[in-house]
């Protein structure tokens, strides 16, 4: 899969070297950390246990290889076309074809508007307040547009490659080997990286319901899948503090004012080739910066949590209304992982689908046909949200 290349004509102006060399400096750091490879698992189901001791050190896991070439190129059919339908302008009912937009018909958060290379989180009190300083917003082009999506929730509705994505046999078994055989659902998104347009993520960590909890550990809040299309570089790519999940606490403002920038001194890119999954601990220090590279992101991302960190939990209220999650809650939100795997199964019917212990002790199936296509209008209005 060939990333589009398109040479953007910006940068970081007066810190645009001072870049240049943090990101060689993080490209370094990072291929010496040790937590890169394929998949391996040994046995029935676990993982080997050289990725289980790097993905726990550093927080993170770079899986080589794990998408084929048919699949990204699937994946990049979807993307392009479920670009042609966001909406002209923030706001607006139509597409550029003059179609009703996606999202105008869903009651769930979906399209993240931000203006090119911004920051529309850093420094507000959005999403709890996770994000405390603002990155830096280099000058875009005079002839971008005003905004851009970057970012799309409920992802799995749009695009039936990235559902495929989701019900991965290798991936779901990692994500069985680290949340225990009857892991459930976070929610999954489609970030767009766009050359000389893509939009900053503030350092933040996820997670918003555990810190206080006596028994809270490194995987409480659980971790994302970051699957990617064209590959990631320290430029565009999701950068990340090694080690930070392990703390309870970390004062990401006062990093940010020891280092005089955003540029805090010991995080690393993760750095992906097309196809590569990443497994990232959502409490580990992570962002990614304004992408005035000529590269294109884009990332399937999908979550997954322990059960019991989600049962009888008070969600944290960010992606969708505060609620307990009780076990039918958990369970009709894991109805996705059931479509994902059926989804799969047709798409590749050569391939082992994944058994997701869940649905094998419930007797339960799930068949990805028309019925489930309108079942999962808005079902992130369910996501397990903590
Ligand atoms: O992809 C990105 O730039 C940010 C991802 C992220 O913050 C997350 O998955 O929590």
Not at 207 to 224: E, L
Not at 338 to 366: C, L, N
Request: net charge negative.
């Amino acid at each position: 899969m060939n990333a589009p290349r398109h040479p953007t004509g910006v940068d970081f102006g007066a810190d645009e070297a001072e870049m240049q060399r943090y990101q060689a400096e993080g490209l370094e750091r990072a291929m010496n950390l040790g937590n890169r490879g394929p998949i391996r698992f040994i046995g029935e189901g676990a993982l080997h246990p050289d990725i289980v001791e790097a993905y726990w050190r550093c927080g993170f896991y770079v899986f080589d290889g794990v998408l084929k070439p048919d699949e990204l190129a699937d994946i990049e059919a979807d993307v392009n076309a479920l670009r042609t339908r966001f909406p002209t302008h923030r706001g607006a009912e139509l597409d550029a074809q003059g179609r009703p937009a996606m999202g105008v018909n869903n009651q769930a958060p979906t399209l993240f508007w931000s203006k090119p290379l911004g920051d529309p989180f850093g420094g507000t009190n959005a999403a709890a307040g996770r994000h405390p300083v603002k990155m830096s917003e280099p000058k875009a082009a005079a002839d971008a547009p005003e905004e851009i999506v970057y970012l799309t929730l409920g992802s799995l509705q749009f695009s039936e490659a990235c559902l495929r994505v989701y019900g991965h046999p290798e991936v779901l078994g990692v994500a069985a080997a680290i949340n225990g055989d009857d892991f459930v659902p976070f929610n999954e998104a489609l970030f767009l990286k766009e050359p000389g347009l893509g939009a900053s993520v503030a350092w933040h960590r996820d997670g918003v319901t555990h810190w206080d909890d006596p028994a809270w550990d490194q995987g409480s809040h659980g971790f994302n899948f970051m699957a990617q299309l064209y590959g990631c570089t320290p430029a565009n790519g999701v950068w990340v503090l090694p080690g930070t999940h392990k703390l309870n606490q970390v004062d990401i403002a006062g990093m940010c004012a020891a280092a005089g920038s955003d540029r805090l001194p010991d995080a690393v890119p993760m750095v992906c080739a097309p196809g590569d999954v990443v497994i990232s601990n959502r409490q580990v220090v992570h962002g990614s910066f304004a992408n005035t590279s000529p590269d294109w992101r884009v990332t399937v991302n999908f979550g997954f949590h322990r059960r019991r960190s989600v049962l009888g939990v008070a969600g944290g209220g960010i992606h969708n209304a505060p609620t307990i999650y009780d076990a039918e809650r958990i369970r009709r939100r894991a109805r996705m992982i059931g479509y994902g795997i059926d989804a799969r199964r047709q798409r590749f019917p050569d391939e082992k689908p994944f058994a997701y212990k869940p649905h094998v002790e419930s007797g339960e199936t799930w068949t990805w046909d028309d019925a489930a296509r309108a079942d999962v209008h808005d079902y992130n209005l369910e996501d397990l949200s903590i």
